[in-house]
């Protein structure tokens, strides 16, 4: 008997805000964030993705986010090509349809985790996954020594700073990460570049 | 012989009860597996030792399905039928997932290898030409990632990679349904881009430039639009004002107006319009002597008209101003009215070496206005003042174009008093900007109503008394014109502090003619 061939899988690791949210999530959220993370499963030569569009292929960073900022190896699978696009075509009929994105609870990296651990048996590093978790968490800004709400303590040529605009404007009841969850949940991400996967005759 | 007990969450059928408890009493060689499969699990209670294709069996019964849909992938490798769980490590808890084979293989089997065989070509599409499906779509943010999204190809692209009628009409249809391509379509930015890009267009713009113009700007083209209905109307005003004129045009309107319905704009448009603004610059002379301010802008234009060359102006570049051209024509036709109203008012020779200084002079200081609007009421205003504002630069000799005229008649050109009074009042803005104590004048025009009043009527008369000349240009000392304003000043002082004292300084108004004489009141 023949062995079984293993085939590499790759996950591509793209920073959505190219290196923004490394310097100015301390500012903005209070804690350092690496990066918005989108991630996609590289397997049979082909990149696969979870969007707003549904699942989503292309050649292996074929989409407009260009090469990925990192690549983190999986392992291998013996899953052929042909099982694997069932499987896809299966999932994107009921777990990963495209009305089920949700940018923090059902994105792309749930997509990738789910592949993942399919193809591998192995998750996807935490730090991604908990991106959602960690931006939600935000804590709420301490009032710094000039803080909004003291203009003496600033000085009138310049005005109050940015940090502070921000203290002031995330003062509320609810982390600050919270409180931008209406625009976030509304925000849908959609690499382009990549062409529909598991659907019949290509429609989303 | 192992019982299977599946439990599951949500179906109510419970498995066999053969006196095995539940959660206790776990036979050591019984495990809990979950199968997961197209986004559901399911927990399944099996003996370690249980061989793969009996598990199958089970789960082809619990999945109604057939033995061989079923595939059971357990850390990325497939389990083979004569495994048992335990030698592939599948240990309690863990989770096996299963793939169901779609029922027709034969179908599955052609959907795979159509797949397989479209795959280079999908792959070459959607390098080349993207794909519709594509759409970055933050909340409410604009289309220009959707317009990257098709680099280069100015065509929509016409293949879904992975159908499988590729090249049937029927995948157009559909992709054409799509809301994604719908959306492209109603990006108007995009859709000009296609346009202007497209080789017959371009060919046709090459040979009409103003339908280049036209389309990238879209106030013009409305603007054109309100010209061409508006032909009619200017053409009536040029030729009520024909047989008024007093100045030799060797082009008369009716070929002006004839030029003027070719809104293709060619060159003979373009000499036509050189023309005719230098009949306008001509015409303008006996507008420009009824203006008591005109020796202003004299005066202030003398000194450096004599450094630049009193050149003829040339006009360039007539493309871009087709909807200019009848702006010119009725300012044309209004300073000509004008002309007819005030030649006999004024004596033209005496202010005509003034203005003719002055309008070399604006031909080669680049300013933008050369119209000599005056109210036909015969009332000298400052519309001659337009001619100081804007000064454009040296180079630019397309100041006896009319570019900014564009702006300022806004709507419709048809030009009617209202319209010449907004653009005068918008020129006197640029000048009183320009000359503080002027604006200072005004101003206190303004505050006082009845002497502003009498002192439009008494101006005129004023100016015709005493050398026109040396008037001017001792206003347009800037000297003379602070001390006028001090002395203004001080009267709207003393009217508001002590009234009663008026009376005293009137002689010198009456002077001044700035208030009537007892004998006329």
């Known amino acids: 008997m023949e062995p079984p061939n293993l085939y590499p899988v790759k996950l591509y690791v793209y920073d959505l805000s190219k290196g923004l949210a490394r310097r100015l999530s301390p500012i903005m959220l209070g804690k350092q964030l690496e990066g918005i993370w989108h991630t996609s499963i590289v397997v049979h030569k082909d990149e696969f993705f979870f969007g ?13 986010l260009g090469p990925p900022d990192s690549v983190v190896d999986v392992g291998s699978t013996e899953v052929t090509e042909e099982l694997f696009l069932e499987y896809l075509s299966s999932l994107g009929e009921s777990l990963f349809r495209s009305e089920a994105y949700n940018l923090f609870e059902h994105n792309c990296n749930t997509f990738t985790n789910e592949v993942a651990q399919f193809l591998t048996g192995r998750k996807i590093p935490s730090y991604i996954t908990d991106l959602p978790s960690e931006i939600l968490s935000t804590p709420l800004p301490t009032p710094g020594p000039c803080s909004f709400a003291n203009p003496d303590s600033v000085s009138p040529e310049l005005g109050p700073c940015p940090t502070e605009i921000l203290a002031g404007l995330a003062g509320s009841a609810r982390p600050f990460g919270q409180a931008l969850r209406p625009l976030l949940d509304s925000i849908q991400i959609q690499p382009p570049g990549g062409s529909a996967v598991g659907r019949p005759n290509g429609q989303s | 012989m192992p019982h ?36 559901k699990q399911e927990e399944f209670m099996i003996a ?13 019964a619990h999945f109604k ?22 030698q592939r490590g599948i240990l309690d808890g863990h989770t096996i997932h299963l793939v169901i084979k779609s029922k027709h293989r034969s179908r599955s089997l052609a959907h795979s290898s159509q797949n397989l065989l479209t795959k280079d070509p999908c792959h070459r599409d959607r390098n080349t030409k993207g794909n519709n499906n594509g759409v970055y779509q933050p909340a409410d943010v604009s289309h220009t990632p959707v317009e990257s999204a098709l680099p280069m190809d100015p065509d929509v692209p016409k293949v879904q990679t992975q159908d499988l009628e590729m090249d049937s009409p029927e995948c157009i249809e559909q992709m054409l349904q799509n809301p994604s391509i719908q959306q492209l379509l109603s990006n108007l930015g995009l859709m000009r881009q296609f346009i202007s890009e497209h080789p017959d267009m371009q060919q046709w713009m090459q040979q ?7 389309l990238e700007n879209s106030e013009i083209l409305r603007q054109t639009l309100e010209l061409a209905r508006n032909l009619a109307m200017i053409q009536e005003i040029m030729q009520i004002e024909q047989p008024e004129q007093t100045i030799e045009h060797p082009l008369s309107p009716q070929s002006y107006s004839d030029l003027e319905t070719m809104p293709g704009g060619d060159n003979a448009l373009d000499q036509s319009s050189a023309d005719c603004n230098n009949h306008m610059l001509n015409s303008l002379q006996d507008p420009f002597g009824g203006n008591p301010f005109t020796a202003l802008l004299g005066g202030h234009v003398l000194e450096p008209a004599q450094s630049s060359p009193p050149s003829p102006p040339q006009p360039q570049k007539r493309q871009d101003q087709l909807p200019q051209l009848p702006t010119t024509r009725v300012i044309y036709t209004s300073s000509r009215g004008l002309s007819s109203n005030t030649s006999a008012n004024v004596d033209p020779n005496k202010v005509s070496h003034t203005s003719s200084a002055s309008t070399t002079a604006i031909s080669t200081e680049g300013w933008s206005h050369n119209c000599a609007i005056q109210q036909p009421d015969g009332v000298p205003a400052l519309p001659s003042i ?11 000799d397309t100041t006896i174009s009319l570019n900014s005229s564009d702006q300022k008649l806004e709507g419709d050109p048809q030009l009617s008093d ?15 900007l320009n000359n503080p104590y002027l604006a200072a004048q005004m101003m206190l025009f303004i505050t006082m109503p009845q002497l502003s009043e009498q002192c439009r009527q008494q101006l005129p008369t004023f100016l015709q008394q005493t050398e026109l000349s040396d008037t001017l240009l001792a206003l347009a000392n800037p000297r003379a014109s602070q001390a006028i304003l001090q002395i203004e000043q001080g009267l709207q002082l003393l009217a508001t502090e002590a009234p009663v004292l008026l009376p005293w300084v009137a002689p010198y108004l009456w002077g001044l003619g700035w208030l009537p004489s007892p004998s006329c009141s």
């Not at chain 2, 057939?66 to 048992?84: A, C, I, P, S």
């Not at chain 2, 009409?208 to 036209?214: A, F, G, I, Q, Y």
């Open chain 2, 386 to 396: 337009e001619l100081t504002q804007q000064p454009q630069g040296e180079d630019k």
């Open chain 2, 418 to 432: 209202e319209q010449t009074s907004s653009q005068i009042t918008g020129s006197m803005m640029q000048l009183l």
């Open chain 2, 208 to 214: 009409n430039p103003e339908v280049s113009h036209l």
């Open chain 2, 65 to 86: 399905c057939q033995m061989d849909q079923l595939v059971l992938v357990f850390m990325g490798r497939l389990l083979k039928d004569h495994d048992t769980l335990g």
């Open chain 1, 52 to 64: 707003s569009g549904g699942i989503s292929s292309c050649p292996p960073g074929g989409t407009l």
């Open chain 2, 4 to 39: 299977v007990i599946s439990r599951t969450p949500r179906m109510a059928q419970s498995g066999h009860p053969s006196g095995l408890p539940t959660d206790r009493n776990i036979p050591p060689s019984v495990t809990r597996v979950i199968v997961k499969t197209a986004g």
């Open chain 2, 48 to 60: 370690d030792n249980i061989l793969v294709s009996q598990f199958k069996e089970k789960l082809s």
